[in-house]
Nanobody
Framework: QVQLMESGGGLVQPGGSLRLSCAAS????????MGWYRQAPGKQRELVAT???????NYADSVKGRFTISRDNAKNTVNLQMNSLKPEDTAVYYC?????????WGQGTQVTVSS
């Protein structure tokens, strides 16, 4: 059973930074893709950033140049460094991992950007 545990959310002022981390319980697997999604109140869940085993990354246009995704394949962890945060980045952020076309999700961590 794969479990994903997120950490690092919280309240930050506009222009500030936060770092999200996610650790997978199944260290014996190598996930094809790991990434982050977010869901704001009243909106659909959307992709934030993904990274493959080989290190190829994909970002939503709204976060390009501000967010950086990274992963440690040996530890099955994925991180999201978020800089220059804006109020519109406020959402619940979910860790995602894909293994053999099956998606696994974390419970989510709240990020609130407000003065």
């Amino acid at each position: 059973q794969v479990q994903l545990m997120e950490s690092g959310g919280g309240l930050v002022q506009p222009g500030g930074s936060l770092r999200l981390s996610c650790a997978a319980s199944a260290s014996s697997f190598s996930f094809d893709v790991m990434g982050w999604y977010r869901q704001a109140p009243g909106k659909q869940r959307e992709l934030v950033a993904t990274i493959t085993t080989g290190g190829s990354t994909n970002y939503a246009d709204s976060v390009k140049g501000r967010f950086t995704i990274s992963r440690d394949n040996a530890k099955n962890t994925v991180n999201l460094q978020m800089n220059s945060l804006k109020p519109e980045d406020t959402a619940v952020y979910y860790c995602n991992a894909v293994l053999y076309w099956t998606h696994y999700w974390g419970q989510g961590t709240q990020v609130t950007v407000s003065s």
